[in-house]
C-alpha cells in the first residue's frame, strides 16, 4: 500500500491552496459503522481528516485503525499519536505498521493527561515528548533510520504534523515552542481552536516576525460550538481553551432553538478572517460529534470545490 | 527526605490482626521528619492501637522503639534486644526500611505501617512536595534547578504543554506548571536560550525502567 509520493495534503499545501483538514474521532467500540459514516459526511469536502487518538484519556478504537477504515473509503487520514500511551519502542512500531497500510500523515502529541479520561488509574508513560516524536518521525524520513540508528528497510515518509496551542501561558514562550517543533522536523502545524482572535493574530504576528509563517503550514483550529452551555464547558473545563465572554454572551443571547445555528456563524466569521491572515494556510475543523456540519461550514466558507492535485 | 503518609488505622489493624505480638518500630531519619514514623507517632498509634484492640477485648501485646535510621544495619541492630520468636514487626519506615528490617530479620514477619509517597521537601508547614523520582540522570542544569521529569505531570523536556494556563498545570488547579516555574527562573538567571535548545529523548536506562538499580562504590570496598 505504501508508495512513495506525497498525500494529498501535502500536495494541497505545497500547492499554495488553503487547505481544509476536520476531525474525527473513532467509536468507543469496535464496529467500524459509526467511522465510516463520519468519513462518508465528509468525503469531497475536506483535504485529509484527522483522526484522534484515545483523546480526552478515553479508550477508544486505536487511531490506526480507525485511518484503515478512512483509507478504505478513499479519505486521506492524519494518524495523530499521543506520547501519553506508549513507549518509543511501539511508537516507532506503529508508524511502521501505518506507514506500510497507507498512511501519510501523522500529527505528533503529547496527549491530555490521564487523570481526566475513564481509567484515571492508568499508569502513563511519557518516554518521549511530542517534539521528541517529531524529530524521530523527521529522522526516519531523512535519513532512514529508526531511534537506534538501524537502518530501516523502507522508511516511512511521513509528512510530520504537530500541534500548537497559542491560548496557553506562558504567552512568550509560545511561538518559541513553535520555532522548536519546526526545528525537529514539522511540515505543518494544526492549533487549539481559535476563538480569541485577537491573540491569534498576535501569535500569527510573533511567529511571521520570526520568519516561521515561511518554513511550516499553519492550519488554524475551529470549532463550531452548538450551544451556550457548550462554550461555558469548554471555557472552563477543556485544558488550554480560550473562549473569549464575549463569544459566551453571543451563544447566550440567542434563543435555544437557534444557538446551534449562531455557532455556526461565529464560526464561518472566525473562518473569514483567519484567511485573511497572512501566513495561515488552512483551516482544522474539529466540529465534535457534529461531522454532518463539516460539509456545511466549508461550502458557506466558500471553500469548495476541493483543489485537484492529482 | 523520603516523605511518607501513615497508613489508615483501619489498614493497619488489618495487617496486624494475625499476630499477638507487636512492636512497632519507628525511624528517626525520613519519616521523622514528615510526622509519619518517628518516636512521637510511634507512641500515638501505640496508644490507639492498645486503646481499640482493649474495648475489642482483643490480647495483643505492643511494644514500641524508634532507631535512628532503619535503612542502616548499624542502626537496625539495636533493634534486636525488641524481638523475640512470636513477635511481628510493624515498621513506620519507608519502603527501603521495612525491607531492611525484613532482610536483618529473616524469621520475623515485617509489616508497613506507612506508605512510601516520594521524595521530596517540606514546601510549608503541613505541605510536602515531590522533588525527585531519582532518574539517575540529572539534567537540573539545564532546567533553571526545576525538575520537569518529576515536576511536569507528563514529564516534558522541551517546554510546556498547550494545557499550561496562568501559572497551573492542566492536571489540577492546585499543582503549578512546573514549565512556567523553569521559564521564570530562567528569565531570573538570564538563561531564556535553554528553552531553544531540542532535548533529546531521555535515557531512562539509569532509572527504574533500566530494572532495580545498584551502586557499587569500589573507591569503599576494602
Not at chain 1, 477543556?238 to 451563544?251: C, L, Q
Amino acid at each position: 500500500m505504501n508508495t512513495e509520493s506525497p498525500g494529498r495534503l501535502q500536495k494541497v499545501l505545497e500547492g499554495g491552496f488553503f487547505a481544509v483538514t476536520a476531525e474525527c474521532g473513532p467509536p468507543r467500540g469496535a464496529d467500524p459503522v459509526p467511522i465510516r459514516k463520519k468519513g462518508d459526511l465528509l468525503k469531497g469536502f475536506v483535504d485529509a481528516v484527522n483522526v484522534t487518538d484515545n483523546q480526552t484519556a478515553i479508550v477508544r478504537m486505536s487511531s490506526v485503525g480507525a485511518c484503515q477504515h478512512l483509507l478504505q473509503l478513499g479519505l486521506e487520514p492524519v494518524m495523530q499519536m499521543v506520547t501519553r500511551d506508549r513507549n518509543r519502542i511501539a511508537l516507532q512500531s506503529d508508524i511502521l505498521g501505518a506507514y506500510s497500510l497507507g498512511i501519510k500523515n501523522i500529527l505528533c502529541l503529547s496527549g491530555d493527561h490521564q487523570r481526566f479520561g475513564s481509567q484515571p488509574d492508568a499508569m502513563n508513560v511519557f518516554d518521549i515528548d511530542s517534539i521528541n516524536l517529531v524529530r524521530t518521525v523527521w529522522n526516519m524520513r531523512e535519513t532512514g533510520r529508526d531511534m537506534s540508528g538501524f537502518d530501516l528497510q523502507t522508511p516511512p515518509r511521513m509528512f510530520i504534523g504537530a500541534a500548537a496551542n497559542p491560548f496557553a501561558d506562558p504567552f512568550e514562550y509560545r511561538v518559541i515552542r513553535l520555532a522548536k517543533k519546526i526545528d525537529a522536523g514539522a511540515d505543518f502545524i494544526q492549533t487549539q481552536c481559535v476563538y480569541n482572535l485577537e491573540r491569534f493574530a498576535k501569535w500569527m504576528d510573533q511567529a511571521r516576525d520570526e520568519g516561521l509563517t515561511d518554513k511550516v503550514h499553519i492550519l488554524a483550529g475551529v470549532t463550531p460550538l452548538k450551544s451556550e452551555g457548550m462554550a461555558r464547558y469548554m471555557a472552563g473545563r477543556v485544558a488550554g481553551m480560550d473562549i473569549p465572554d464575549f463569544v459566551i454572551r453571543r451563544m447566550a443571547g440567542v434563543p435555544k432553538k437557534n444557538a446551534a445555528r449562531e455557532g455556526i456563524a461565529i464560526c464561518l466569521e472566525t473562518i473569514a478572517a483567519l484567511r485573511e491572515m497572512e501566513g495561515v494556510r488552512g483551516v482544522h475543523i474539529m466540529a465534535i460529534e457534529w461531522e454532518e456540519k463539516v460539509a456545511e461550514i466549508v461550502a458557506a466558507a466558500g471553500l469548495l470545490p476541493r483543489p485537484s492535485v492529482d | 527526605m523520603i516523605v511518607g503518609e501513615q497508613k489508615s488505622i483501619a489498614e493497619i489493624r488489618e495487617i496486624i490482626a494475625p499476630y499477638r505480638k507487636l512492636l512497632i518500630l519507628g525511624c528517626g531519619t525520613c519519616v521523622k521528619t514528615c510526622f509519619a514514623g518517628g518516636e512521637d507517632e510511634v507512641a500515638v498509634l501505640a496508644s490507639a492501637l492498645r486503646l481499640a484492640l482493649k474495648k475489642e477485648g482483643k490480647e495483643i501485646a505492643v511494644e514500641e522503639f524508634t532507631v535512628e535510621r532503619q535503612c542502616e544495619d548499624a542502626f537496625i541492630q539495636e533493634a534486636a534486644a525488641h524481638i523475640s520468636p512470636g513477635t511481628a514487626v510493624l515498621s513506620l519506615a519507608c519502603g527501603a526500611g521495612v525491607q531492611a528490617i525484613a532482610r536483618r530479620f529473616a524469621k520475623t514477619p515485617v509489616l508497613p505501617g506507612v506508605n512510601t509517597t516520594f521524595i521530596g521537601v517540606l514546601d510549608k508547614q503541613g505541605l510536602f512536595t515531590e522533588e525527585c523520582l531519582g532518574c539517575g540522570d540529572c539534567k537540573l542544569a539545564i532546567f533553571g534547578g526545576i525538575c520537569p521529569v518529576t515536576r511536569c505531570a507528563k514529564k516534558l523536556l522541551n517546554g510546556p504543554c498547550g494545557g499550561s494556563q496562568k501559572g497551573k498545570c492542566e492536571v489540577s488547579p492546585d499543582l503549578d506548571c512546573a514549565w512556567q516555574q523553569i521559564i521564570e527562573r530562567l528569565k531570573i538567571l538570564g538563561q531564556l536560550g535553554n528553552l531553544r535548545v531540542y532535548v533529546p529523548p531521555k535515557n531512562w536506562k539509569s532509572s527504574h525502567a533500566g530494572g532495580p538499580r545498584k551502586l557499587v562504590r569500589e573507591d569503599h570496598i576494602i
